[in-house]
């Protein structure tokens, strides 16, 4: 495994939130995220009042040149960070209270869901959260969803329909439920930007 990736999963530390005793500041926000979201899914794409949706969501987590593709979802989208001409396609799932972050050049392909919260299965009221990574140049397949506390390494390929539970390392491809590495690509063959 990855140096940089086992670095990282020590640092992810899992927090609890319970949902019943949300402030209203919190309140107030998720219904701010919830009308903005809504508003982006009923404009006409990559237009002016578009973009300024985007940047109201997002403000300085929008990083040049990345693209969304409507419809978006979720929860916390505030806590979503996006590089640099990254590519979203439609209907991503960001349930985003432990935080996503999304690397430059990363490609997220259509209804992929990120998920970095989950409700504790004893107490329902509580969510255990942990960020989720997405490294610069990852690709991440149709339908796959990526799990809390789950990094996907640098140039790694997610396949469609995959369910990820654990780090994928830079440069491997992983597919399945759960998503295994089948692959290792030659890090050499690689041209970037």
């Known amino acids: 495994m990855d140096t940089e990736i ?3 999963k020590m640092e992810c530390k899992e927090i609890r939130v319970d949902v019943r005793t949300a402030s209203i500041k919190e309140s107030t926000e998720w219904q701010r995220q919830t009308k903005i979201l809504f508003q982006i899914n009923h404009t006409m794409p990559f237009t002016d009042e578009y973009n300024h949706l985007l ?6 987590n929008l990083g040049d040149g990345s693209m969304i593709s409507p419809p ?11 590089g640099r001409n990254v590519l979203i396609n439609s209907n991503l799932l960001a ?6 972050t999304i690397e430059d050049n990363a490609m997220i392909a259509a209804n992929v869901q ?3 919260n989950n409700h504790d299965p004893y107490d329902l009221c509580t969510l255990t959260c942990k960020p ?9 397949g149709a339908g796959a969803t990526i799990l809390p506390g789950v990094c996907i ?3 790694a390929i997610v396949g469609a329909g995959s369910v990820v539970t654990k780090d994928v390392p830079d440069y491997a491809v992983a597919v399945g439920n759960p998503a295994k590495v089948i692959k290792m690509l030659d ?3 690689f041209q970037e930007d």
Do not use: T
């Not at 940047?55 to 300085?60: A, D, P, S, V, Y």
């Not at 978006?72 to 996006?82: D, E, F, P, R, T």
């Not at 989720?132 to 991440?140: D, F, G, K, S, T």
């Open 95 to 100: 349930m985003a209270r432990g935080g996503i």
């Open 187 to 189: 890090k050499e063959k």
């Open 6 to 8: 086992e670095v990282r």
């Open 132 to 140: 989720v990574l997405i490294r610069e140049y990852a690709w991440v």
């Open 72 to 82: 978006l979802n979720g929860a916390c989208v505030g806590s979503v960070k996006i």
């Open 114 to 116: 990120l998920i970095s």
């Open 153 to 155: 390494g640098r140039h």
């Open 55 to 60: 940047k109201e969501l997002f403000g300085n």
